[in-house]
Structure formats: structure tokens, C-alpha cells
């Protein structure tokens, strides 16, 4: 866990990431209700990785690309 945090690298990164985290942990604690640990780690991790994937994803769509990036199709 300290050499994943240590790679996040930039404060954005780190704040969005912590964001999701924070998210992630309030949908798990309201609505999965499943009387298993594992089950409930599993889907909150799951969430996590889920709304970080979205974030990303609508990062990249509405940013406007910088000179030394090529435009992508």
C-alpha cells in the first residue's frame, strides 16, 4: 500500500484518488449490506476502481490536448 501511494505521484492525482476513495466509502457503508466482509471489501474496492475508471475516462474526453500531445481519434 505505501509503494501504491508513493507512485500516485502528483497532488491531483492523489487529491482525485482520495476523492473516489471517500465516495466509494460512503456507497459501500449506505448500500452493501451483504453480512460478509469479503463480499463488502470486494465490492467497495470494486466501486473505487469503477468511479476512478469514469473520472479518468471524463478527464481525458473534456480536457483539451497541449501542444506536445498529439490530438487522438
Known sequence: MYTLLRQLGTPAVTLREATTFAVSLLVAELFYKFHS????????????????????????LFRKPTESEPEQR
Open 37 to 60: 466482509f469479503s463480499l463488502e471489501c470486494l465490492a467497495f474496492l470494486a466501486t473505487w476502481a469503477s468511479l476512478s475508471a469514469l473520472l479518468h475516462l471524463g478527464t481525458r
